[in-house]
């Protein structure tokens, strides 16, 4: 299926800047440029793969070597990495068990057919010739995400990946083939050996998407969600909660709180990812506030929330969580937002000096001030 002229001048655009230190090598942009640029959409950064070249000579042309298991290097000006064309094969358990080869003879169709998805499998080269020998733009084309060979099975992060651009692009269909590889590679036990630390990164990614739920969801289906995300429980709730939180831009912080809060302990999904401090946090206070907020609370309550909420210390947090809690329950919240600002406003340092004498006093007289002002709006 041949591209069309506009899309043709898109990727030459893409490849339009000339570069002295490429000339001579066999040099290709690679996956997610390509099938951007193709669906017309904003273009991150630009992935290389290099063909018959070897590491010796990629230094010696200047490029800076920062490559772990397989030779990756960065341009000297541009930063862009460049990788030399590689395959693998399987050596052990999850997504650390490969061996690559990156030898002059792998062509650009060998490591095209290491990729993930079809549509992952594209690329371009610095004259603008298309390359697509895996059939990735008759499934962009088709709006399908298809697995490319069975080695799906091998690499649990592929399963991950799948579901995070299941949501980000949420028109797409998964194959029936791909559906069974993920099935499988569940029940062959490959999904245990996935690392908290990469299934958060995919996660976050996911939830900068406009169907952050839908990766969850694709997890669910094949039966991977309790095992890389433990306790997590879907609802008819969070599919409205989600929604509201995408039509109103939320953050990814705000999204990650309303995904968690419909399960019984927020905070240990988090944990158990290893997501940042603020997430952890993000997770474990939202609920706090929409248990208060349903709970009809008398302006003492309210203190006490205000309190265990950190609103004085941490007020962009307390809006941000008002915020979400807005897109999971209905409730009065501007009064919430209201109640927080009463309860800075109280002039605290008036009232320690009018306590200087008894300056263990101090502490209580601000709280009753406090419930007070808050007895006016409650």
């Given at each position: 299926m041949p591209i069309s002229p506009t899309q043709q001048q898109a990727l030459n655009q893409l490849v339009a800047q000339p570069d002295l230190l490429l000339d001579g090598l066999q040099c290709y942009?690679?996956?997610?440029?390509?099938?951007?640029?193709?669906?017309?959409?904003?273009?991150?950064?630009?992935?290389?793969?290099?063909?018959?070249?070897?590491?010796?000579?990629?230094?010696?042309?200047?490029?800076?070597?920062?490559g772990g298991d397989f030779p990756v290097f960065l341009h000297p000006q541009t930063k862009e990495e460049f990788a030399l064309a590689r395959t693998e094969r399987k050596s052990g358990r999850g997504y650390q068990g490969f061996t690559f080869y990156t030898g002059p003879d792998v062509t650009l169709a060998d490591d095209l057919s290491r990729r993930d998805l079809t549509i992952?499998?594209?690329?371009?080269?610095?004259q603008g010739q298309f390359y697509d020998p895996l059939g990735g733009y008759a499934d962009l084309e088709q709006k399908t995400l298809r697995h490319i060979g069975t080695a799906f099975v091998e690499d649990p992060v592929r399963l991950l990946r799948l579901a995070r651009f299941a949501a980000r692009f949420s028109s797409f269909r998964i194959a029936a083939e791909t559906e069974q590889l993920a099935l499988q590679l569940v029940q062959n036990g490959?999904?245990?050996?996935?690392?908290?630390?990469?299934?958060?990164?995919?996660?976050h990614k996911g939830l900068q998407t406009h169907d952050p739920l839908r990766m969850v969801q694709v997890l669910a289906q094949c039966g991977a969600l309790e095992r890389v995300?433990?306790?997590?429980?879907?609802?008819?709730?969070?599919?409205?909660?989600?929604?509201?939180?995408?039509?109103?831009?939320l953050s990814t912080l705000q999204r990650f709180a309303i995904l968690c809060s419909q399960s019984p302990h927020p905070e240990s999904i988090a944990q158990h990812i290893k997501a940042?401090?603020?997430?952890?946090?993000?997770?474990?206070?939202?609920?706090?506030?929409?248990?208060a907020a349903q709970a009809q609370p008398t302006p003492n309550q309210v203190?006490?929330?205000?309190?265990?909420?950190?609103?004085?210390?941490?007020?962009?947090r307390y809006r941000q969580l008002v915020q979400a809690a807005e897109c999971v329950a209905q409730a009065n919240w501007p009064l919430w937002q209201q109640?927080?600002?009463?309860?800075?406003?109280?002039?605290?340092?008036?009232?320690?000096?009018?306590?200087?004498?008894?300056?263990q006093a101090i502490p209580a007289a601000i709280l009753k001030a406090r419930i007070a002002a808050l007895a006016a709006i409650f």
């Open positions: 942009v690679v996956g997610g440029a390509v099938r951007d640029t193709l669906l017309g959409l904003p273009v991150g950064d630009r992935d290389w793969v290099v063909v018959g070249a070897s590491p010796e000579h990629l230094a010696q042309r200047g490029f800076i070597p920062v992952n499998a594209l690329a371009i080269d610095t490959e999904v245990d050996a996935l690392v908290p630390e990469r299934v958060w990164q995919e996660l995300l433990p306790g997590l429980r879907l609802s008819p709730t969070l599919d409205t909660a989600m929604a509201c939180a995408i039509r109103h831009d940042p401090t603020a997430y952890k946090e993000a997770a474990r206070l939202l609920p706090l506030l929409l248990d203190a006490q929330a205000l309190q265990r909420l950190d609103s004085l210390r941490k007020p962009e109640a927080a600002c009463v309860f800075a406003n109280v002039d605290a340092a008036a009232i320690a000096q009018q306590h200087q004498a008894q300056p």
